[in-house]
């Protein structure tokens, strides 16, 4: 469904203090600022070292805000759920913020921001559907396999059904398939709490009203 990730190029930032000038990468200077960003799809690697900078920046204050911006197109449901439990229980409020898109894990994450500090950017694309993979083997093998996806898919409806104050039976029904949702349905649906920085809607004037306003006039100013 998505594109692989090439590995990126990370971009250096300078920043001069009274001591001299320090080189940080891009991200430790957003860690700084309690910043994390979530941009590549979710697996055991990528869940630890947000755990790990969770654990980090709740230590360091457990009262301040950590921001957590998300474009990711999902993962493995075990990782994203030992990321997704350490914001729950850390003490720090957590803000989260979709940008780009948000597919399958990565909008449970969104979703388990502290109520109120859910947001969307106005063009951000957030999509969820059930729980997926495959089996083969013994078809014993291929029934536990089975359960066990079974049980990852009702434990993510479930966790979405207490973010978003919906009835389980209408997550089921609805993420049945995959499902695709502009900023504005995910507020209607409850996946967030708000859309940030929304450009102003402009009135096109109306053609014909237009037309009307210059009937009479002529084409040579006569």
Same mark, same amino acid.
């Given at each position: 469904?998505?594109?692989?990730?090439?590995?990126?190029?990370?971009?250096?930032?300078?920043?001069?203090?009274?001591?001299?000038?320090?080189?940080?990468?891009?991200?430790? =200077?957003?860690?700084?600022?309690?910043? /994390?960003?979530?941009?590549?799809?979710?697996?055991?690697?990528?869940?630890?070292?947000?755990?790990?900078?969770?654990?980090? =920046?709740?230590?360091?204050?457990?009262?301040?805000? &950590?921001? &957590?911006?998300?474009?990711?197109?999902?993962?493995? &449901?075990?990782?994203?759920?030992?990321?997704?439990?350490?914001?729950?229980?850390? !003490?720090?409020?957590?803000?989260?913020?979709?940008?780009?898109?948000?597919?399958?894990?990565?909008?449970?994450?969104?979703?388990?921001?502290?109520?109120?500090?859910?947001?969307?950017?106005?063009?951000?694309?957030?999509?969820?559907?059930?729980?997926?993979? %495959?089996?083969?083997?013994?078809?014993?093998?291929?029934? /536990?396999?089975?359960?066990?996806?079974?049980? !990852?898919?009702? =434990?993510?409806?479930?966790?979405?059904? +207490?973010?978003?104050?919906?009835?389980?039976?209408?997550?089921?029904?609805?993420?049945?398939?995959?499902?695709?949702?502009?900023?504005?349905?995910? +507020?209607?649906?409850? =996946?967030?709490?708000?859309?940030?920085?929304?450009?102003?809607?402009?009135?096109?004037?109306?053609?014909? +009203?237009? %037309?009307?306003?210059?009937?009479?006039?002529?084409?040579? %100013?006569?």
């Amino acid at each position: 469904m998505f594109s692989n990730f090439p590995q990126a190029v990370i971009p250096m930032v300078i920043e001069s203090t009274g001591r001299g000038e320090r080189a940080y990468d891009i991200y430790s =200077l957003l860690l700084k600022e309690r910043i /994390i960003f979530l941009g590549t799809p979710i697996n055991d690697q990528v869940a630890n070292l947000m755990v790990a900078q969770l654990l980090f =920046l709740n230590r360091e204050d457990p009262e301040r805000e &950590i921001q &957590i911006y998300i474009n990711c197109p999902g993962g493995i &449901i075990y990782a994203g759920l030992a990321i997704y439990d350490t914001m729950q229980q850390i !003490q720090a409020p957590i803000s989260t913020f979709a940008v780009g898109v948000t597919a399958s894990m990565g909008t449970v994450l969104l979703a388990a921001g502290s109520p109120g500090q859910r947001y969307a950017l106005p063009h951000a694309t957030i999509h969820m559907h059930q729980a997926g993979g %495959g089996a083969q083997g013994y078809t014993t093998d291929v029934e /536990i396999q089975y359960r066990e996806m079974k049980r !990852q898919q009702d =434990l993510l409806f479930n966790i979405i059904s +207490k973010h978003t104050h919906q009835p389980v039976e209408r997550i089921a029904d609805d993420f049945e398939r995959d499902r695709w949702m502009d900023a504005h349905m995910a +507020k209607e649906y409850g =996946l967030v709490d708000d859309i940030l920085g929304e450009p102003p809607t402009v009135r096109m004037e109306d053609d014909s +009203k237009k %037309g009307d306003s210059k009937k009479g006039d002529n084409v040579n %100013g006569q």
